[in-house]
């Protein structure tokens, strides 16, 4: 880590240097994916016509033909059409292959491997490299899902894998199911890094009349409420282990930290600093938390032990300070957001608070959370700030090292609370692009866009670790 | 041309002044004949008459009564104007719901005589105690200036000092108050931001309160951020209503 830092400071001797905006190599980049990204991005930074340059890495072709009932239950049916739209949907959101569009498959498909016919799949129309195929039974209380993920193309030694889940015969269950397999397809095809299907996205949602803390599943499905403290709830961040969920809320002392336990299903308790407490984030051991408190004077960022104890100062600025994220990586940095020198601009600092360096040149700049590969932040930036410079909020990725930024949305609307997917491949954000604040879903390199939830106005998305 | 209109115009000057003379003539001869009136007859020897009046008590209060008294001598016909016709001699008790001078006319074979009197009403009693009884929570509401702020900052700001300086001196009079500074922000910030921001407003005001000799434990302070906006228009009168420092009374 000091090296890295070390190396840092050498290339970036000014604090405030501005982003430059010409190519150049990052030869330090190893995710295929964000690599791609930038090269693609960097010598157009704010102009969002995607070139072709480093494009040219094939996505596998895969083509998903339905999976086929195999057994007689009326239940089938329902299942079924569970299983086939999320397994579709997690492969299809993935990013990592290419569906092949059903519009191509022959009339008969396979449910099992005696039905494959290999020349109708791996020549044209479908032409597909990759199938993922199998069959749903219900059957004795209970649904079985049988799946295959073959390699058309290699005839002789087709099968990638086999799998077979059994569960009880429920919608959750069932999705649960496809979420499983596709996963599993998703970690082979992926270059080995674990499918997102199982992750969690907590987030604010005031539909219920106030804003309280709600779950739901990377999907959208199954969205839930977990506090019920009628006041105002706000940053949900989720623990590493997936246990608990520390958030801020205003209650009758004033704005605190309270801790929601996920196994238990309530408030634990957790002490109060005095003060307005805010954005509290977990390091990626889960044995400290940054908070942003106002206990002694300004609004400055605080570091404790995750159960509350320890509370020490690592900011000393005229502030305010807020909204602290640790490197998810090492553990070793804290990004957070300081408008001490006016318009809020984003920092990082080591985690024992020296080393303060500004990331952001210009703006406003809020909201970083780091990604699960230490190497980027994601944040929320205007970046064209003041009069005449109508500015939209829009959610960037800035390499750390090099300070190069890359503009993600466009499309209208502020966008704001950037959040990474475990796999480093997907962001999720607040937007107001559909006329009022909800969440939406994207890939790292902004496509893929799609919305996650509709009812209320919902904000301030934060993903699972895994 | 001219010399023929001056000699028209005189022609008629001349005219009129025929005809004024004419009247003239007439009138005073019908003068004359109403200028011999036969010598008027003795005056009677009817005294002249007298009259007064008094009202007491000479203040009332709304609602109140107060006793009105007149006397008169020599008189025939006795009035006083809102009442009528009254007794020669007499008082009555009067309520007007408003201060009323009372005129009294005497006429007699003699002449004629007024008097007159002045009956002040003032408020009742309950309406003169109620400010005393105003709650110093009304007063407060009333009297308390919220302070704004500029975009993104939290120092105040020059022209907001009148307001400061009204709420120290009001706050000052009333020590036993306690209250809430709330920070407000518009919604354009983003929300963790704004929550810290409005910390920052809320803690300027009661530093400025403090530093001017209010005691820190009166002041609660609490951020809302733009969470309680006052105003949700996407307009510059609009982000100034909620860039502010807001007061609550405390019960």
């Known amino acids: 880590m000091q090296d890295t830092h070390r190396d840092r400071q050498r290339k970036v001797p000014q604090p405030l240097q501005s982003v430059p905006t010409g190519a150049s190599p990052l030869g330090r980049l190893s995710s295929l994916l964000l690599l791609i990204l930038l090269l693609a991005s960097a010598s157009f930074a704010q102009d969002w016509v995607r070139t072709g340059s480093g494009l040219g890495v094939d996505k596998v072709r895969l083509a998903v033909p339905d999976f086929k009932p195999s057994s007689a239950d009326p239940l089938n049916t329902a299942l079924l059409k569970t299983f086939n739209d999320t397994f579709w949907n997690d492969l299809d959101n993935s990013g990592v292959v290419e569906l092949v569009s059903k519009s191509f498959y022959p009339l008969q498909v396979p449910g099992l491997p005696a039905e494959v016919t290999f020349g109708v799949w791996n020549s044209p129309p479908p032409n597909a490299a990759m199938m993922a195929f199998g069959n749903l039974a219900v059957a004795a209380g209970k649904v079985t899902v049988q799946g295959w993920l073959y390699d058309v193309k290699n005839t002789a030694s087709p099968q990638v894998l086999g799998k077979q889940y059994s569960d009880v015969p429920t919608d959750d269950a069932t999705r649960l199911i496809a979420h499983k397999f596709a996963d599993e397809i998703i970690y082979r095809l992926g270059g080995g890094i674990a499918g997102i299907s199982e992750s969690k996205i907590f987030f604010v949602s005031d539909r219920g009349g106030h804003k309280e803390i709600w779950g739901m599943d990377y999907d959208g499905s199954n969205q839930r409420q977990l506090t019920h403290e009628g006041s105002i709830a706000l940053s949900p961040r989720i623990s590493p282990d997936g246990s608990r969920v520390a958030f801020s809320a205003l209650t009758k002392t004033g704005w605190d930290i309270l801790m929601y336990s996920m196994d238990l299903n309530r408030l634990v308790s957790f002490p109060r600093f005095g003060g307005t407490n805010l954005s509290p984030a977990w390091s990626p051991d889960g044995a400290k938390l940054a908070v942003s408190s106002s206990r002694g004077g300004n609004s400055q960022i605080y570091v404790c032990d995750a159960n509350g104890a320890n509370l020490h100062r690592m900011t000393s600025g005229k502030g305010p300070d807020v909204s602290p994220a640790w490197n998810r990586k090492t553990g070793a940095q804290i990004a957070f957001v300081s408008g001490s020198t006016g318009l809020p601009q984003v920092y990082t600092m080591e985690a024992d608070g020296t080393n303060l360096l500004r990331m952001t040149d210009q703006g406003y700049a809020v909201s970083p959370n780091w990604s699960p590969n230490g190497q980027f932040l994601t944040l929320a930036w205007i970046r064209k700030y003041g009069p005449g410079e109508p500015g939209s909020s829009d959610i960037y990725l800035m390499d750390i090292a090099s300070k190069q930024w890359v503009q993600l949305t466009h499309d209208g609307g502020r966008n704001d609370f950037p959040s990474w997917s475990p796999d480093g491949r997907h962001i999720v954000f607040q937007s107001s692009r559909s006329g009022k604040e909800e969440i939406w879903e994207m890939l790292a390199d902004g496509t893929k866009l799609h919305q996650l939830t509709f009812t209320g106005r919902n904000s301030q998305p934060n993903w699972s670790w895994k | ?251």
């Open chain 2, 1 to 251: 041309m001219n010399r023929k209109n001056i000699s028209r115009k005189q022609q008629t000057w001349n005219a009129l002044a025929t005809v004024v003379a004419l009247t003239a003539v007439l009138m005073l001869g019908a003068c004359a004949k109403k200028a011999a009136p036969p010598p008027p007859p003795p005056p009677p020897a009817s005294p002249s008459p007298t009259a007064a009046i008094s009202v007491s008590p000479d203040t009332i209060q709304k609602g109140q009564s107060s006793t009105l008294t007149w006397q008169t001598t020599n008189a025939t016909d006795v009035s006083i104007d809102g009442i009528g016709a009254v007794q020669p001699n007499g008082s009555q008790q009067v309520s007007p719901a408003d201060s009323t001078t009372y005129h009294l006319t005497a006429k007699g074979a003699g002449g004629t005589q007024d008097a007159t009197t002045r009956l002040t009403v003032t408020p009742p009693p309950v309406v003169q105690a109620a400010p005393p009884s105003t709650s110093e929570e009304d007063l407060f509401g009333q009297t308390i200036k919220d302070v704004y702020f500029d975009y993104d900052k939290s120092d105040l700001r020059g022209d907001q000092s009148a307001s400061i300086q009204s709420d120290m001196l009001f706050l000052n009079q009333h020590p036993g108050i306690n209250f809430t500074v709330e920070g407000h922000c518009d919604n354009r910030g983003s929300t963790e931001y704004n929550l810290a921001l409005g910390d920052q407003r809320a803690s300027s005001v009661k530093n400025a309160l403090v530093t001017a000799g209010i005691s820190a434990s009166r002041i609660k302070t609490i951020s809302y951020g733009k969470e309680k906006p006052f105003c949700m228009e996407d307009n510059e009168a609009c982000w100034q209503q909620n860039r502010r420092g807001h007061f609550v009374y405390q019960k």
